[in-house]
């Protein structure tokens, strides 16, 4: 049968580079053998404390009466748990100062859920035939936004620019100057954290970018799934902000729980009901699971002792022993540098001048069991070529010491080779 596909279809049905990582990520983690160094997906780390919590949540949920027939068997309302939201609210209120109800929060199936949701619902083609954009005010951005729209591409990015710190790092800024708010902007987008790079916008960048959003009546939209309050991966100097016209999300997946696809949108109440009527359209309701397991911590603020005594420590000492190997693998005359860790779990390498693609370097590392992310996947919604886009690969450094050691050993490897072939060329 030969199978012809909507507009919709040929956008979601026919492949997209978040499918490519994921499912590198998912053979890597399920068949691909004790040899393979999986550098390239997001998955968060098993943590010991961590793991052996979700055991004990588990065990206590079986023990608590008809606690786990209602987890497994009840639907919850399509904005999420009352129980779960409340607690959400009440948390975040304490600890922050915001001005947060229940009617500010709905959850989703995972954070990528979210954007989904967020961004057709703002942006594409309008009822009166306008079509609507989302900006991003700096690229590289999340890989997993760039194929997200039901219509056309709806994505305008800008170009950052980049601050050479040192020998070897790096850190991209927003472009104030070069930034425009056109009447064709639907809402800003950034993630703070950033994925793929580790970049943390600034307090006064971000504020700039709410301030922006204000001005011209239109959403500030928050990735924080590797932010505060939690997971709190954060470790640069910086501070989570909500208001009325900024969409926060959070998730549960980078604390520990990617498997039980729990997003969350703290937004104003317009928005968050949005979010749960699609909810209830695209999936009747969301996954129960994460909820019921982090009820109490929720309840207590244990979450944030976890986040962080536990898991902010755990990744920054991971981070600076990736740092560590790349000083001790990659040649000095080599032209690399990584972008400066602030946060997430990543590490973000530019090869200045690389003589091939990122996606050539990805084939070779790949048949040498080393899987990374090529880097142009993450520069969506330019106008322009740009070099630098071919020129950079994203790493993350959660997988067991000796993979991420031992991969970092291969990519400085074939880097160097790429370099040397150029130079015999010329």
């Not at 949540?57 to 748990?81: A, C, H, L, T, W």
């Not at 929060?105 to 942006?123: E, K, P, Y």
């Not at 990736?322 to 690399?336: K, L, R, V």
């Not at 003589?355 to 990374?372: D, F, T």
């Amino acid at each position: 049968m030969n199978t012809e596909f909507s507009r919709f279809g040929d956008r979601l049905c026919k492949g997209s580079g978040i499918e490519e990582l994921m499912r590198d990520l998912g053979d890597a983690l399920t068949t691909g053998g004790p040899d393979i160094k999986m550098l390239g997906g997001g998955q968060p780390a098993h943590i010991p404390e961590v793991d052996a919590l979700w055991r004990q949540r588990f065990q206590e949920i079986m023990d608590d009466g008809d606690s786990f027939e209602r987890m497994v068997g009840n639907y919850d309302p399509p904005k999420g748990n009352p129980h779960f939201i409340k607690a959400l609210a009440k948390m975040l209120s304490e600890n922050f100062g915001w001005d947060v109800t229940e009617k500010n929060i709905a959850i989703t199936s995972g954070g990528q859920t979210a954007f989904f949701f967020l961004f057709n619902a703002l942006a594409g083609r309008m009822s009166d035939g306008r079509r609507k954009k989302i900006l991003l005010p700096i690229v590289p951005e999340y890989i997993g936004y760039s194929s997200q729209s039901v219509g056309e591409d709806f994505f305008k990015a800008y170009k950052p620019i980049i601050e050479e710190i040192g020998d070897h790092q790096f850190k991209y800024r927003v472009d104030f100057d070069a930034l425009e708010i056109t009447d064709d902007i639907a809402a800003i987008c950034v993630s703070r954290p950033t994925n793929p790079t580790g970049n943390v916008l600034t307090d006064n960048e971000t504020r700039r970018l709410a301030e922006l959003a204000e001005k011209h009546n239109i959403p500030f939209i928050i990735d924080n799934a590797y932010g505060a309050p939690f997971p709190n991966i954060f470790f640069a100097d910086a501070n989570p902000m909500w208001n009325e016209n900024v969409i926060l999300t959070l998730s549960l997946s980078k604390i520990g729980l990617p498997g039980t696809r729990t997003g969350i949108v703290v937004a104003s109440e317009e928005i968050a009901s949005a979010v749960a009527s699609m909810s209830a359209i695209v999936g009747l309701a969301n996954n129960n699971t994460g909820q019921a397991l982090m009820l109490p911590l929720m309840e207590s603020g244990e979450i944030l002792k976890l986040s962080n005594d536990v898991v902010k420590p755990y990744y920054l000492e991971k981070s600076k022993q990736a740092q560590g190997w790349i000083s001790d693998y990659f040649n000095e005359d080599t032209p690399y540098r990584y972008h400066v860790s602030e946060g997430a779990l990543f590490l973000w390498l530019w090869f200045k001048d690389l003589p091939i693609s990122s996606q050539e370097l990805y084939e070779k590392l790949k048949a040498k069991g080393v899987l990374i992310v090529s880097g142009h996947y993450f520069f969506f919604g330019l106008e322009e070529e740009w070099q630098h886009t071919q020129e950079c690969i994203r790493v993350t450094y959660t997988m067991p010491e000796d993979k991420v050691r031992d991969g970092i050993k291969i990519i400085a490897e074939v880097v160097e080779e790429v370099y040397a072939a150029k130079a015999v060329d010329v």
